[in-house]
DNA sequence: AATTTGACTTAGAATAATTCTAAACGATCT
DNA sequence: AGATCGTTTAGAATTATTCTAAGTCAAATT
């Protein structure tokens, strides 16, 4: 028993068989570990997590755990600067901030029409299906969040 | 002698002075790489080519060399991914393109409102000093440019 | 119910980009 | 010439990630 809530268990198993794969315990510990701390851990902080909550779980599989779900679709891999690869399971379109004092990345939503103005910049040869926004910086003092 | 303008050399010399290190030859020739073939190269392939004109030259004093650059402001590292950092002496602001099929990196260039409406979208607590912005996807067939 | 199948998990080895270390080098200053 | 100090060098070390090969498990087939 892990601490998925009914709905996001439906979306694994949606997912996980819509791209041919099982549901399984360690997927699912994986998967509630992400939604609860929605922090970009890296694929140790993952299994530290995962680990005490199913002790017998190995690093290689926390990292094929996650590989599958970033393949079905629920999870992003947020690469910033030749750091370990964080992971991300929010969907909606957005952009990150990668704080240079404490390394922390943050979500920072993105309207529509941005994403669309952005599109355009493009020239026409260049077809992209992805679209990687990251700010660097620092965070006005007094709001640690 | 490497093949460094005039105009560039001067260039290295002054941001080299500027931020308190010395002109190599080392140095000058991995900028005059970087400099001659704009195909974001990685510390390896500018490595490959630096010893083409510099055969002693050792991939430890590559990478120096790169980090020196870019400490003091000529070159920016791009990375896309986890692969391999490349290196890109283009210093007018401009997004990148990853084509998925050839793994190859283009520039492109962002008009500076564009620029402008990015910054826009942060919330007031985040200061940016830089941003990243990288597309993804296939380039339209026949041109491979 | 036993057997087979194939996907999944596991521990540990392997890989590869990058960084570190310690010695050698070389230009400049005394 | 000798001292100083930043730079270069070869090779070792690091580290996130991937690979390998054996073991596990559940569902499908006999």
Redesign the pocket.
């Known amino acids: 028993m892990n601490s998925l809530k009914q709905m996001d268990r439906g979306a694994l198993s949606d997912a996980?068989d819509h791209s041919g794969?099982?549901t399984?315990?360690?997927?699912e510990t994986v998967f509630s570990v992400l939604l609860d701390e929605r922090d970009h851990p890296?694929?140790?902080e993952v299994y530290t997590r995962t680990k005490s909550r199913?002790p017998?779980?190995?690093?290689?599989?926390v990292?094929?755990?996650l590989?599958?779900l970033v393949s079905c679709g629920l999870v992003k891999q947020v690469n910033i600067e030749?750091e370990?690869?964080r992971y991300c399971p929010n969907l909606a379109p957005h952009a990150h901030f990668h704080c240079r004092d404490t390394g922390r990345v943050y979500d920072v939503p993105v309207p529509p029409d941005m994403m669309h103005e952005l599109a355009e910049v493009l020239p026409g040869e260049y077809r992209a299906d992805s679209v990687e926004l990251v700010f660097r910086g620092h965070l006005a003092k007094g709001k640690t969040k």
């Open positions: 996980l794969q099982r399984t315990p360690q997927r890296t694929a140790d199913m017998t779980i190995s690093m290689a599989t990292y094929n755990c590989e599958t030749r370990p690869t």
